[in-house]
């Protein structure tokens, strides 16, 4: 008596049909995908694109600047020459005593992370970095404070409450900071990278900070 065959498992004739209709489907939408992509891309153009949005002021003797930095998205060395950029700005501006922090919340999580990096310039640009480059970012607010160094970061921010995506709370953030702040965004849409740049800066620094920042766009 011959075995019993099972089926379990075995696509039946619709699922084969099924399977053989997706991946024609595939066959003809993928080389389109492509095809749109590189057309975007070269719609694009590989030039970098700067956008000083705004100037205007932020307090006594302060000022707020807005940038935008429109970049293609396959340059990842825009990244570096963005961070080395906001270097320069942290050292022309840097005060003994000044103290880097960071303040951010990650999509879902029920507090913000607030954390202090030292006075050294190598560690504000070794995070910003990272940051810049970390996918979870994308479409996130970093909040960037110098602080004097007998200030507290737990004095300006709550973790459970604090959220830099709000507006209010990033503004408040922003005009806390006893020298400057910055607040960065960044976005991949379509072939372009989107790098959005909110500093608070002594007024008298103003043009020398533009300039830098125009810098890492050239």
Sequence with gaps: MAEPVSTLGRPGPRGCLASVAGALVLAVIAPAVVALRRWQAWRRGSGLRLEVASSTPAG??????????????????????????????????RRPGDVYHLVYRQAGEDEAVALPLGPRLQALGERLHLLLSRGSMAGRTVVWLALGRER??????????????LEAERERLLAAADRWAMASSWVVAGPSLLVR????????????VTAILRKAST
């Design 60 to 93: 006594e003797g302060r000022r707020r600047l807005e940038l935008g930095y429109d970049v293609p998205a396959a340059a990842p060395a825009f990244r570096r020459r963005l961070t080395d950029a906001v270097v320069r700005v942290a050292e022309l501006l």
């Design 152 to 165: 507290s970061l737990a004095e300006l921010v709550d973790p459970m409450s604090c959220d830099p995506e």
């Design 197 to 208: 740049i909110v500093l608070v800066v002594p007024a008298e620094a103003e043009a020398a």
